[in-house]
Every structure is written in C-alpha cells, then in structure tokens.
C-alpha cells in the first residue's frame, strides 16, 4: 500500500467479463478481489472497483475544455510521458475508438499536457493525461 492517500470509486458496469477484458488485458490493471457482482482493480495505486449493474451508465453531460466537448463525468490518472503514450499505442492496437484522440493541449503554457478520452465497454468515460511539467498539475 502507498504511503499516500488512496482513492477509491466504483463505477458501474453491465458486463464483467467485459469489464475483465478491458481493464485487465487492455488497460492491463492487476485484479484483486472479485465476486459474481463485482471485480477490484489495482488503478495505480487507487482502488478502481467495477460493480455489475445491468442498466448502461448514461453520461451526465459535456463540458467544453479548449476545441473539444469533454464527456463528464469522467475519471483517470495522469501519466509519465513514455507510459501515455504507451497507452495510447496499447488502445489503438486494441483497437479502442477514443471520444477525443491523443493530443497536446494547451500547447506552449504553463499546464501544456496530453491527453485523450475513451469509454469503457459500458460507457463510462475515462481520460489519461501527461503534464509536460508535472509542478503545474495544480497551479493557478
């Protein structure tokens, strides 16, 4: 366990076996323990636990955040550069349609970084993003 603060969130899911082959083989997240309703994930660190719930997730709305309309809500982690863009190859070899494909925001500022937004198989929305300086995560 990390000397930090660990999140927990649950979100639902209308499939696990999907579920299973998204965020364990695609994503490639450790699994912990799991039942017929539920499975934990090692989210780097943070306990992502996916919980069956046969109605589809619906998205809450669209937020606009520079040229694009982001789903919320949304979640994720911020990556190193070499593990972002890893992933970005790992989902494109997946085979994985992104929301809003790999790319630099906020280029030449302070918070510069690259992200991108995809959907698990039961459509809840996620973002990984790469600060260029991660000192400016939380800067004003």
């Known amino acids: 366990m990390t000397a930090r603060p660990a999140v927990h969130l649950a979100i639902p ?15 490639g997240l450790s699994e912990g323990r799991s039942t017929d309703h ?18 589809p997730s619906v ?16 979640f994720g982690l911020l ?7 890893d992933l970005a190859g790992r989902l494109r070899e997946a085979g994985v349609r992104f929301d809003i494909e790999p790319y630099r925001r ?3 500022e302070r918070a ?6 995809l959907r698990d198989p039961a459509g809840n929305a996620l973002e990984f993003k790469s600060f260029t300086d991660e000192s400016a995560v939380f800067e004003r």
């Open 79 to 85: 990556l190193g550069h070499d593990r972002f863009h």
């Open 59 to 74: 998205p809450a709305g669209l937020s606009s955040v520079e040229q694009h309309m982001v789903p919320v809500p949304h």
């Open 13 to 27: 899911v209308d499939d696990l076996a999907a579920a299973r082959g998204f965020y364990g083989r695609v994503l």
């Open 38 to 55: 539920w499975i934990d994930w090692d989210f780097d660190g943070h306990q992502l636990v996916t919980h069956l719930a046969p109605q």
């Open 106 to 108: 906020y280029a030449g």
């Open 112 to 117: 510069e970084q690259w992200t991108m937004f």
